[in-house]
C-alpha cells in the first residue's frame, strides 16, 4: 500500500531540473508532497486534492493524476536549498469522499544539488 | 498552516525506563493529531491517530500498550513510550492538520535508548 516513488536518488546542477514520481495501488483522495533535509523534520510543500489538479508555487510544482494514481513534483531551475530527501504522502480513504489525514508515505527520492 | 511543537526535541533514557514526549499545536484546534516514527534512512511510518477526548486508534503491528496516546485537550498530545528497548530508539514527529487537509508536522523528537 505504500506507495513507489521514482527515481530512489537525483544529483543535479544548480539551475537543472528535475521530476518526482509518487505512484499508488490504491485510489487517493489526495497526494501531499513533503521535503526532509538531514536531522530535520518534513516541511510541507504541497497538497493536490483528488479531482486532478495542478498546483504550483516559486519554481517548485506538482500534478495529480487521479486515473493513473500517480502525482508528480516538479523542481525547476534547481537551487543549492532544493536539496534534500522528498517524500510523497498518500491519503488513501476507502471510500474517495474525503480526507483522513492519515498518511502513507513513499520511500523518499534524495535530491543533492551540486554548485 | 498550523504550527506544531514538540517536546523535548531530543532524549537518552535508560531501557526499562518509560519517555513522554508532547506535541503541541500552537494555533489551531486539532481534534485529531497523528504519530509517526521514522528510523534512520527509512520514510515516515504512521503509528496511530490521537483523538481529543476519546481513545487512540493505532496501525497494525504497533503495541497500543507499548505507546500510550493522550489527548486530553484540543492542542496538546501525548505519547509515552513504556519500557523503552533499543530498538525503540527513532524519531518521533507529530502532525496536525488544518482546515485546507494539509498536515504539519512537529520538529520531531529524537528517542536514544542506552
Known amino acids: 500500500q505504500q506507495p513507489v516513488q521514482s527515481p530512489q536518488a537525483v544529483i543535479l546542477r544548480e539551475g537543472e531540473d528535475a521530476v518526482i514520481n509518487c505512484s499508488s495501488s490504491?485510489?487517493?483522495?489526495?497526494v501531499h508532497w513533503y521535503r526532509q533535509k538531514h536531522g530535520e523534520a518534513p516541511v510541507f510543500l504541497m497538497i493536490?486534492?483528488?479531482?486532478?489538479e495542478q498546483k504550483g508555487h516559486d519554481k517548485i510544482s506538482a500534478s495529480f493524476n487521479e486515473k493513473k494514481q500517480q502525482s508528480s513534483l516538479y523542481l525547476t531551475a534547481s537551487q543549492l536549498s532544493y536539496s534534500g530527501t522528498y517524500f510523497c504522502?498518500?491519503?488513501?480513504?476507502?471510500?474517495?469522499?474525503?480526507?483522513?489525514?492519515?498518511?502513507?508515505f513513499g520511500q523518499g527520492t534524495t535530491l543533492q544539488v551540486k554548485p | 498552516g498550523a504550527v506544531v511543537s514538540q517536546h523535548p526535541s531530543w532524549v537518552i533514557c535508560k531501557s526499562g525506563t518509560s519517555v513522554k514526549i508532547e506535541c503541541r499545536s500552537l494555533?489551531?484546534?486539532?481534534?485529531?493529531m497523528f504519530w509517526y516514527r521514522q528510523f534512520p534512512k527509512q520514510s515516515l511510518m504512521l503509528m496511530a491517530t490521537s483523538n481529543e477526548g476519546s481513545k487512540a486508534t493505532y496501525e497494525q503491528g504497533v503495541e497500543k500498550d507499548k505507546f500510550l496516546i493522550n489527548h486530553a485537550s484540543l492542542t496538546l498530545s501525548t505519547l509515552t513510550v513504556t519500557s523503552a528497548h533499543p530498538e525503540d530508539s527513532s524519531f518521533y514527529i507529530c502532525?496536525?492538520?488544518?482546515?485546507?487537509?494539509?498536515?504539519?508536522f512537529g520538529p520531531g523528537t529524537r528517542l536514544t535508548v542506552t
Open positions: 494555533d489551531f484546534q486539532a481534534t485529531t
Open positions: 502532525s496536525v492538520g488544518d482546515i485546507s487537509y494539509e498536515q504539519y
Open positions: 504522502g498518500t491519503d488513501n480513504d476507502e471510500t474517495g469522499s474525503s480526507n483522513t489525514g492519515k498518511l502513507i
Open positions: 493536490l486534492l483528488k479531482g486532478g
Open positions: 490504491k485510489a487517493l483522495y489526495s
